[in-house]
Nanobody, 115 residues
Framework: QVQLVESGGGLVQPGGSLRLSCAAS????????MAWHRQAPGKERELVAS???????NYADSAKGRFTISRDNAKNTVYLQMHSVKPEDTAVYYC?????????WGQGTQVTVSS
């Protein structure tokens, strides 16, 4: 299993921006499919955005046009740039790495959107 450590969460005002980072251990990061998921209180965990090993991205409808997922293979890091955040974006955001049977999760980082 790969170890994932998220950072960058916090309190942000509606309409503001935030960048989440997820640092991965190991030497095979470039092979992993990476994703950001989130879970709001009382709701199921949902996919926010994903990026394949080749850079192909996919977004939930709620994230399209506002969020951007990217990866830096030299730094073993995946990012989620969030713009125009809304109160409904409030959730714990989790980083996920997948490769064949390997499916690892980070501990999560809290994002709270409130004035």
């Amino acid at each position: 299993q790969v170890q994932l450590v998220e950072s960058g969460g916090g309190l942000v005002q509606p309409g503001g921006s935030l960048r989440l980072s997820c640092a991965a251990s190991g030497s095979s990061f470039r092979l992993y499919a990476m994703a950001w998921h989130r879970q709001a209180p009382g709701k199921e965990r949902e996919l926010v955005a994903s990026i394949g090993s080749g850079g192909t991205t996919n977004y939930a409808d709620s994230a399209k046009g506002r969020f951007t997922i990217s990866r830096d293979n030299a730094k073993n890091t995946v990012y989620l740039q969030m713009h125009s955040v809304k109160p409904e974006d409030t959730a714990v955001y989790y980083c996920n790495a997948r490769l064949f049977a390997m499916n690892s999760w980070g501990q999560g980082t809290q994002v709270t959107v409130s004035s």
